[in-house]
């Protein structure tokens, strides 16, 4: 979901590492989270993260149901998925299908395309107007949790349409005022798409090189990206709004120590 044209916007992230040593308290967590029967949504199950998040949700069986809201009903054949739930929507006419996002509560939002893909207008349309409306029928529906996937260098003041849409949805779902919003904001995702970008694939190899000298500001594994989506929903911030850049992205979404 970037673009690889802005993926060299600031070469060091202002973000900490604190996130770095919670995995080992995960699975008291994840048994803690269970028991609260909580039920949850996913936003671009379609797309590359919205692929893996929903594995990492269902195999580590946190929630009592997961729904799937989309523009189409996806095709499972594995048994894992066989209690998943779809609500195909009209992203064009949102209002029209508040009750798919009653009574959860947690929503995780992956929707996104490119200015290459659908132009600006479009872009816009789907990153800004379909991500903001969804976040406030979840909220107008009963959701606490928020959790949006994002962009390194997001900023609404930018003079980059992608990032400055991006930081514009970020603002405006802050102000919405659910009781938790973490935003997350990795850099170059690294994951083999099923979608032919050229471009994106030479950013790629460019950046599993650096990664394999040891530096991790501008990458991330798109597994590590939905890893900690998911146990950060186990966690209790201090604050209602948080952000997460690339590092603690990375410090969350490390396996576990064995």
């Known amino acids: 979901m970037k673009q690889t044209g802005i993926v060299l916007y600031h070469l060091e992230d202002p973000g900490s590492t604190k996130y770095d040593s919670m995995a080992e308290d995960m699975k008291t967590l994840e048994e803690n989270f269970r028991e609260e029967n909580k039920s949850c949504f ?78 600006a207008d479009g872009f816009i349309r789907v990153d800004h107007d379909y991500v903001l409306k ?63 970008r050229p471009a994106e694939w030479l950013a790629r190899k460019f950046f599993c090189a650096l990664s394999t000298l040891g530096s991790n500001s501008m990458s991330v594994p798109i597994q590590m990206v939905v890893k900690a989506m998911v146990s950060n929903t186990l966690l209790q911030p201090e604050n209602k709004t948080e952000i997460l850049e690339n590092k603690d992205i990375i410090g969350l979404g490390k396996p576990a120590e064995k």
Do not use: W
């Open 42 to 119: 996913i936003l671009g199950a379609s797309g590359e993260t919205g692929k893996l998040l929903l594995r990492e949700v269902l195999e580590r069986n946190i929630f009592s149901r997961v729904t799937l809201i989309g523009r189409r009903k996806l095709t499972f054949e594995e048994e894992t998925y066989k209690n998943v739930v779809q609500e195909v929507v009209d992203f064009e006419k949102l209002d029209d299908y508040a009750a798919a996002f009653q009574g959860h509560d947690v929503g995780y939002c992956c929707l996104g395309t490119t200015r290459a893909k659908v132009g």
């Open 134 to 196: 969804s976040a406030e029928l979840a909220k107008s529906g009963g959701c606490t949790q928020f959790h949006l996937e994002s962009s390194r260098g997001a900023d609404k003041n930018s003079s980059f349409l992608y990032l400055k849409v991006k930081g514009q949805v970020e603002s405006e779902i802050e102000a919405l005022g659910f009781d938790r919003f973490a935003v997350y904001r990795p850099g170059v995702l690294l994951v083999d798409r099923q979608e032919s």
